[in-house]
């Protein structure tokens, strides 16, 4: 009798995890669509990242958008330093501003601000081991 009890229990834990499985599926499939559409920009997603997207891969919401196969997808992803599988969820909060920026100065009309200038919370300040060389003979000298 127990081991039927562990069987059902089992098979309902199943059945739960392919419903959640079916719901993921299904949603991710309309943000995709809505992203294809341009109702929803990826750059929106990245930032928010909402449930469906957060075991996303990257590439595959990047794909998602019209115009951009796995060589353009790839050529970005690399520029930026970030592996294409990737997940939307584990993405850190520089590697979400950076990629938004880039997304957002890729989709900006041509003569427009935005596609120029990024803002200060884009910028991604250069680390202290890659300073300029003024910086550096500062330190240098300050020590």
Do not use: F
């Amino acid at each position: 009798m127990g081991k039927l009890a562990t069987i059902d229990a089992g098979q309902e834990q199943h059945l739960q995890a392919l419903e959640y499985a079916n719901r993921v599926r299904l949603a991710r499939a309309r943000m995709k669509r809505r992203i294809a559409a341009g109702e929803l920009s990826a750059a929106e997603v990245i930032l928010s990242s909402p449930w469906q997207a957060h075991s996303m891969s990257i590439s595959d919401l990047l794909m998602s958008q019209k115009r951009w196969g796995r060589a353009r997808c790839r050529r970005l992803l690399v520029s930026l330093g970030v592996p294409e599988n990737k997940q939307v969820g584990t993405l850190t909060e520089r590697q979400r501003l950076a990629l938004a920026a880039v997304l957002t100065a890729k989709n900006a009309p041509a003569g427009s601000e935005t596609a120029v200038q990024p803002t200060d919370a884009t910028r991604i300040p250069p680390s202290p081991a890659r300073g300029s060389l003024a910086t550096r003979e500062h330190a240098l000298t300050a020590a």
